[in-house]
């Protein structure tokens, strides 16, 4: 039951991506671009406070599924989501799982992530935007955009994932 | 044993790098959706307007109070508009009687204009934004095609990018994509008409500046072509033989040469919103019925 629902708060976070787009004024977007990346945070805290492998799994088909639904470009999320998480993991073994830690480094992630894809979107000429922009137009406000989430979403994450875990251990 | 791990991982990195460039290209060089991604597409379409739509509805009870409150001022503007609207009407009715007369004389011949609308609602948006892409509710089961216009009251807002079932998805004019090109005129402005007898300009709509929100037409420079000012109304020509002929695209802000003087470059701004979206119009043609 608590893996359904789990499962159930991921999709739910990859349907609001798209709704948080087309519900927020088009002023916000007057002279930068803001993505939001709930999908991504979610999958990594569950990296950190539950379990990483099936994070890995949930990032596969997540990523799969952004692939296929939003982008029209299969490969990319597929790619990049799962080899995020697992990098950001990676970085967490060595550091304290603090959660401002926790949300700094998930901050990175997504750093990482849209480095990644940038320079893919670039190769295939998806985007004709030069790196500077990319970084004031996209990367910032993004960042910015993120961290207020994680402001809220932060702690309730860090409760629901730890509950799940504990459970799963009992 | 770390050594034999690393190999592990640095293969499975390689295979996996293979695995995307090998999906990429199969994506790019697709020129329609295979089934499990229309199933995926679909379903998901499903799930999203199960969601979407309450929240939809939310946030439209809150944009009506907040309407509420400019109510005055937008009443003023109407009833001066209203004053118009009389004049443009028995323009209209004029106009309506010459071009009967006229394609009676060019014996009808299958024309693009002959266009049915199609309403339509979003689905979802792109969060990612790269390729600005937006799903509606209409597939091929309601006749939706690919390559159809899709437009608002406002203007048009881009074209149908590929169709499953019950949804499609649209690429939205913003989307940088170099295969998003459109084939535009600028309408002669009306001091402009004894002067000059050139006709119109046109061109085509190539790139979507992205700081500016601005699109981007280039055309050819003619030595004595029509001189192209702001504000000068810019629509779809039809001579691409994929948008129907007259759909509003914006007006132009400015003119500028290329960097070899060869062309010449008008920034666009749009004339439709391309962030606050919810209904659409999708343009579908008679004429492309009689060719399957």
Redesign the interface.
Known sequence: MRKFLIGCLI??MF?L??????????DL???H?L??HFLIITIFFFSIYANRNAAIIYAFVFGL??D????????????VFP?TIYICSKIMKVLHANLLVVSVISLLGITILEMI?YE??FL??????EFI?FLQ?RLVPTLILNAIFLLIAAYPYKRIFEKYAGEGKD | MPQFFMNKRLIILLVSIIILVALIGFSLSRSKLTWPEQFIKDTTGWVQTLVSRPVHYVAGVIDNVKDLQDTYQENKELKAKIEEYGLLKAQVQGLQKDNEELQKIVDEYPSLNDKKLLKATIVSRDPNQWNELITINRGKNDGVEKDMAVITSAGLIGKVKSVSTGTSTVQLLSSEDPTNRISAYIQKDENNKKKNKKTSVFGLIEDYDKESKNLIMTWEEVPDGLEVKKGQIVSTSGLGGVFPPDLAIGKVVKVESDEYGLAKKAYIEPAADFYDIEHVLIVKRESSEGDE
């Open positions: 999709a739910f349907i991506e798209s709704i948080f787009v087309e519900l927020l004024p088009g977007f007057s002279n671009i993505v939001p599924l952004v296929v639904v939003y982008t029209e470009v299969l490969g990319i999320y597929f790619f080899f894809v893919i979107n295939i000429h998806l985007t004709s935007m922009y137009l």
